[in-house]
């Protein structure tokens, strides 16, 4: 009898075993099934993020787009701008030049032609001298005409008619 007992026993030791084995199996599930509620809500929040995400992006990629589009046409009208400022400077350079060769030529001249220049500047002075003499004399002979009249109550100093 000692077998069956023993046999009993151990069916008993075996059942409560296999117990606590359903039990602590029951827990365990039981908060992985929480784990994974707690994990479902936090993956429904990242979607609803996530979408606004998406939402943005589109609107950024949107916008992206059309700054490159309006940053293409400045680009465009830039390069005519470049393109006219470009010709400016041509010009400017063509004016340099010609007025180099002009003011080239012009010293070429005044250096064969310095002799009769300074001809030119001489008699030029001498016909200002003369202008202004003439002006003197003009100034004076009017003055010599004019004949003095004394201010009233003033005393007129004696003269003599006599010429010498």
């Not at 077998?3 to 030791?13: E, H, S």
């Not at 310095?114 to 200002?128: L, S």
Request: glycine share 6%; charged share 20%; proline share 2%.
């Amino acid at each position: 009898m000692d077998w069956k007992i023993l046999l009993y026993i151990a069916a008993i030791v075996a059942a409560v075993g296999f117990l606590v084995l359903c039990v602590a199996l029951a827990m365990t599930l039981n908060s992985l099934k929480n784990t994974l509620k707690e994990v479902s809500g936090t993956v429904s929040g990242l979607e609803n993020q996530l979408q606004g995400v998406t939402l943005e992006t589109t609107n950024l990629l949107h916008k992206t787009n059309e700054l490159a589009e309006d940053i293409q046409v400045k680009s465009e009208k830039l390069n005519t701008v470049v393109d006219a400022v470009r010709g400016v400077g041509n010009s400017v350079t063509d004016l340099n030049s010609s007025v180099r060769r002009i003011t080239s030529t012009v010293s070429t001249h005044v250096e064969q032609n310095e002799d009769k220049i300074a001809q030119v500047v001489q008699w030029g002075n001498v016909a200002m001298g003369i202008r202004d003499k003439w002006k003197e004399r003009k100034i004076y002979e009017a003055r010599a005409s004019q004949s003095y009249a004394p201010v009233p109550g003033q005393k007129q100093l004696p003269h003599n008619d006599q010429t010498l």
